[in-house]
């Protein structure tokens, strides 16, 4: 990854290692996190298990478990997106769970911020594979309104792969409700986001590439802290 | 800045001194120079002094409400204004001037005579690089611990790369306990939790069920709200920044923070047809808001999606509806323009009028509901009365205001203390609870619902009776507005959540020197280790949704 501070958007892939991404990338075609231990067990009989992924899949974007999660404006949107009148449960996508391990997608409903970045990547590494996540509102594409903002993080894409992108300030019920129908459909179709470059990844701090910053900051720091390093020069 | 008697109290006929040159003659030989701000006047002290000046116009001339503590550095130094007033008359101001020197900004802290002064401080050192002698706790509150540099002050590289940590929190009070057998645990809550309404990180130590110590850790969402006013020029970019401060559907009451600031900075006038609408709008966004602060509170109590939280939904929805035939938008309103308003009521009038009658109809059925569900439920009484108590004198030392200061008997709304819009005009009362708790805050804020619909209701009567040909929406404003130099204002609004006050530098430029937003949710959540301290962990759950922060204020 530190080779690459000075191209913020590296296309090709071969260059780029990262845990998520990596489970992400093995294989071709539909993504193969899905069923892995039923491949395994019915070996090669391709007509079962092409019914039974489609079954699987299917059974999946049906029932989905979202993260309740709320970060800023759009999060209030969200809300009425599950309860009355706009009931997200209706498409089958409205139990909201407290908890990353229960849950399968999560609404990232905001603007991310230095301070919070590393700790939504926590929160995303907590859920279990397969998961999905879909991104409400301008803040999460760009940064929004805030984007020359010092502090804030120029999309969620920076930080986390994206499956689905809702635009507006805030997206309108409807409109999440669409992006939510969409990733269904996708998942019912066996596909998730490909992954491109997630600049800002949770390192050790001895792992960093010495510089000044770094070095103005080993005293504060311990070596084996997990920590997120932000080049905002190379933001977009 | 007015110049009438304040009532006298008890009887006793006191006089306290308002005009500037009363204030000044109080002071004596601390002012070393005077300023005239637009909304009060100003008095500059020297660094070491802000303790003993602060005490002297707090004890003897009754300014017990430091509103705001505003940072900036200038050319040749650094300043720190702290805005001071009175709960019992809002119209009385004054504004105390620190300036510090550029190469060694240092002044003292004004946190022993008001608690509140804590955080601003620490923003203030945060963001600008102002140190303060005698805090008890200065470090950095809305940026991580390891950020370089101040980002306010003048030479701040925004380009700098920045390394943020992803590190165990430790508990503070773990060296207390060593050789006891009792040992404390210590909790993190948040900054994802369902309970801590949005990104909030409350770092909570335990001893058993009780809670030992309590430090809400803020600057989750520190979306550089101030930088953003700082970049952008008064006459229409700044105006949709509001909408997103406080985003729990008060909109409206944001918008007229600023529009308020900067019409008095700019004198522009504004229509009363405008006015009208403004003030209709504006109660609409205060129902949508309680109505959320509400439903989350009992979902904070209950702790699922229960009945309550869809009723409140539900009602949110009706207003957002009327909201959205106003203009144009669920939640980002966009709606004021300095001097006015954007567009007229929607046609055809009679329709809308229609559907808000049709809501305020509805309304004292589903607040009996509500009153039904959540205020006579022995359960709910059970978790609320006397838990999270807050004493007056806490509360206004604290710089509380809003339902969570009218919860402690503390009467004071700026609505009619310091009127703007057409408040003044109109029937209506201001909401006290005596009971200091949870409950009380509660209990406010559903009959402040019915206050607002009584304005509402009033305005629907005015407006529906306007003359056509008197419907002016907005008055002539130039296409440019460049204040002159160096004028400084703060002025406040009653927000949702309390007041919400504007500081603006003009640098005879179209954009402002220095905007700095005093949020009320920043400082009534500062009363939260206060109330919960001793108090069981749910109940300090409880405190913290009776508060009613929306994170997106407290961190701006
Ligand atoms: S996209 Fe707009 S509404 Fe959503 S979080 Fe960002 S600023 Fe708020």
New binding site residues.
């Given amino acids: 990854m530190s080779s690459e501070r000075d191209k913020p958007f590296v296309t090709d892939d071969t260059q780029v290692q990262t845990a998520t991404r990596d489970a992400r990338m093995t294989g071709s075609g539909a993504d193969n996190r899905f069923n892995s231990k039923l491949r395994e067990a019915f070996g090669s009989s391709p007509f079962i298990l092409t019914k039974f992924d489609q079954f699987m899949n299917w059974v999946r974007g049906s029932s989905m478990f979202m993260l309740q999660f709320g970060?800023?404006?759009?999060?209030i949107?969200m809300m009425h997106t599950y309860s009355v009148k706009h009931d997200l449960d209706r498409f089958a996508a409205g139990v909201p769970r407290a908890s990353p391990r229960q849950a399968d997608v999560i609404i990232v409903?905001?603007?991310i911020v230095s301070k919070f970045a590393p700790r939504m990547k926590r929160v995303y590494d907590q859920m279990p594979e397969p998961k999905f996540v879909v991104g409400?509102?301008?803040?999460?594409?760009s940064g929004?309104?805030?984007q020359e903002g010092y502090n804030v993080i120029k999309g969620a894409e920076e930080v986390i792969p994206v499956d689905i992108h809702v635009p507006?300030?805030?997206?309108r019920p409807e409109a999440l409700i669409y992006g939510v129908a969409k990733l269904q459909q996708r998942i019912a179709e066996g596909e998730s986001s490909p992954v491109t470059v997630k600049p800002y990844e949770l390192e050790q701090f001895d792992d960093l590439e010495r510089d000044e910053v770094v070095d103005k900051l080993a005293e504060q720091i311990d070596e084996e802290d997990l920590v997120m390093r932000y080049n905002w020069a190379d933001s977009p | 800045m007015s110049l009438e008697e304040p009532e006298p109290e008890d009887g006793a006929v006191e006089v306290l001194p308002t005009a500037g040159d009363e204030i000044a003659e109080l002071l004596g030989d601390l002012v070393v120079d005077r300023e005239e701000h637009v909304n009060a006047p100003g008095f500059v002290i020297r660094p070491d002094a802000v303790q003993e000046t602060l005490t002297r116009l707090r004890d003897e001339a009754g300014f017990d409400h430091l509103s705001c503590v505003t940072a900036e550095e200038r050319e040749d130094r650094y300043e720190s204004i702290y805005h001071l007033t009175s709960f019992d008359d809002r119209q009385r101001e004054v504004s105390v001037v620190v300036p510090a020197p550029k190469d060694d900004p240092v002044s003292e802290s004004a946190e022993p005579v008001f608690r509140t002064a804590d955080w601003h401080e620490r923003e203030a050192y945060d963001l600008i690089g102002v140190e303060y002698d005698d805090h008890p706790d200065l470090r950095r509150i809305l940026l991580p611990d390891t950020w370089q540099g101040h980002p306010l002050s003048e030479n701040y590289d925004q380009d700098r790369p920045q390394i943020v940590t992803l590190s165990e929190w430790e508990n503070p009070l773990a060296e207390d306990h060593r050789e006891e057998e009792g040992d404390t645990m210590y909790v993190n809550i948040g900054p994802h939790h369902p309970a801590t309404h949005g990104v909030l990180h409350v770092k909570t130590v335990l001893d058993g069920e009780q809670v030992a110590d309590v430090d809400p850790d803020i600057g989750y969402l520190h979306?550089c709200e101030e930088q953003m006013c700082q970049t952008k020029t008064y006459r229409h970019q700044i105006m949709p920044y509001p909408d997103?401060w406080d985003?729990a559907s008060s909109g409206l009451l944001n918008e007229w923070a600023y529009a308020r600031a900067a019409e008095d900075l700019n004198d522009i006038d504004v229509p009363e047809y405008a006015q009208i609408i403004r003030t209709m709008g504006a109660e609409f966004c205060r129902i949508a808001s309680h109505m959320l602060a509400v439903g989350t509170f009992a979902l904070d109590v209950y702790g699922d999606f229960t009945a309550i939280f869809m009723y409140a939904m539900r009602d949110r929805e009706k207003v957002q509806k009327v909201l959205e035939d106003l203009t144009g938008q669920r939640?980002?309103f966009n709606y004021f323009r300095l001097g006015g308003v954007v567009w007229d009521l929607p046609e055809p009038r009679e329709e809308f009028f229609e559907t808000i009658r049709d809501f305020l109809d509805d309304l004292p059925e589903a607040l009996e509901e509500y009153h039904d569900l959540i205020t006579s439920n022995e359960i709910l009484q059970a978790r609320t009365i006397d838990t999270g108590v807050l004493p007056p004198e806490v509360a206004k030392s604290y710089g509380a205001t809003g339902p969570v200061a009218r919860g402690s008997g503390i009467d004071y709304d700026l609505r009619r203390d310091d009127p703007y819009g057409y408040y003044d005009e109109l029937e209506w009362d201001v909401i006290t609870e005596d009971g200091c708790d949870n409950f009380s805050r509660l209990l406010v804020r559903l009959r402040e619902v019915e206050e607002s619909a009584k304005i509402i209701e009033q305005c629907v009567d005015l407006l529906e009776d306007w003359p056509e040909e008197e419907r002016t929406i907005q008055s002539n404003v130039p296409r440019t507005l460049r204040p002159e130099d160096d004028t400084e204002i703060y002025r406040a609004v009653e927000a949702a959540k309390g007041e919400l006050g504007i500081y603006i530098r003009a640098d005879g430029t179209e954009k402002p020197g220095r905007f700095k937003i005093r949020s009320p949710c920043f400082s009534n959540l500062q009363t939260l280790p206060e109330m919960s301290a001793g108090e069981y962990i749910p109940d300090m759950v409880a405190s913290l949704g009776s508060l009613d922060i929306v994170l997106?204020e407290v961190d701006r």
């Fill in positions: 970060i800023a404006c759009c999060s949107e409903p905001g603007t409400m509102g301008s803040c999460t594409i929004g309104p805030f507006g300030c805030p997206p | 979306r997103r985003y939640m980002m997106g």
